[in-house]
């Protein structure tokens, strides 16, 4: 009678094991899901940015064509991927590589860079940037821990009995980077 008791104990336990590891996988997917909607809310941010900050530019630099017009249509591919967050990352790349070369161009305009609107424009990309890479860090690492799980032993068999899948991390750059002050206490 008392082996009856342990294999019912030791089954149960087993089937409580799963249930809880199963819904582990889950919450942990959701989250994932939740982390990338964050990242997407502050992308379009960044994409509702942008054409301020062309238009501001192009009231300075109209020449500049090529530029603004390579800044115009990264903008647009990068809206218009809904693919994965590694086809994501690549479109969101060629926009900040463009975005660099708008803003290394307004380098070769004082009038440009002392404009309040643009230096508000830059700050508030400076922030957006910030808060993508906020955005970045915590679903990459949701994502990791997830994969160490569907990765691991035991729980990569139920994560493989119910398709949990490896998801991608999402690595992009900065479109605007920030240097610190030089700071030189031995002058006098």
């Given at each position: 009678?008392?082996?009856?008791?342990?294999?019912?104990?030791?089954?149960?336990?087993?089937?409580?094991?799963?249930?809880?590891?199963?819904?582990?996988?889950?919450?942990?997917?959701?989250?994932?899901?939740?982390?990338?909607?964050?990242?997407?809310?502050e992308l379009k941010r960044r994409y509702d940015l942008i054409p301020n900050l062309v238009e501001t530019v192009k009231g300075y630099a109209a020449h500049e064509a090529s530029t603004l017009g390579a800044v115009t249509e990264a903008r647009s591919r990068a809206m218009a991927q809904t693919g994965t967050p590694e086809q994501q990352a690549q479109t969101e790349n060629a926009l900040v590589g463009t975005l660099k070369s708008l803003l290394a161009v307004s380098e070769a305009y004082p009038d440009l860079k002392a404009n309040t609107g643009f230096i508000d424009l830059q700050h508030e990309l400076v922030a957006t940037e910030d808060r993508i890479q906020a955005a970045r860090r915590f679903y990459n690492n949701n994502v990791r821990d997830y994969n160490q799980r569907v990765q691991s032993l035991p729980t990569n068999v139920i994560a493989a009995v119910f398709h949990f899948e490896p998801r991608q991390y999402f690595e992009i750059g900065t479109a605007v980077v920030t240097t610190p002050p030089a700071v030189d206490f031995d002058k006098t």
């Open positions: 009678m008392v082996w009856i008791i342990v294999v019912v104990a030791v089954v149960l336990l087993a089937v409580l094991l799963f249930f809880a590891s199963y819904n582990r996988f889950v919450r942990q997917r959701n989250l994932i899901d939740n982390s990338w909607s964050n990242i997407d809310t």
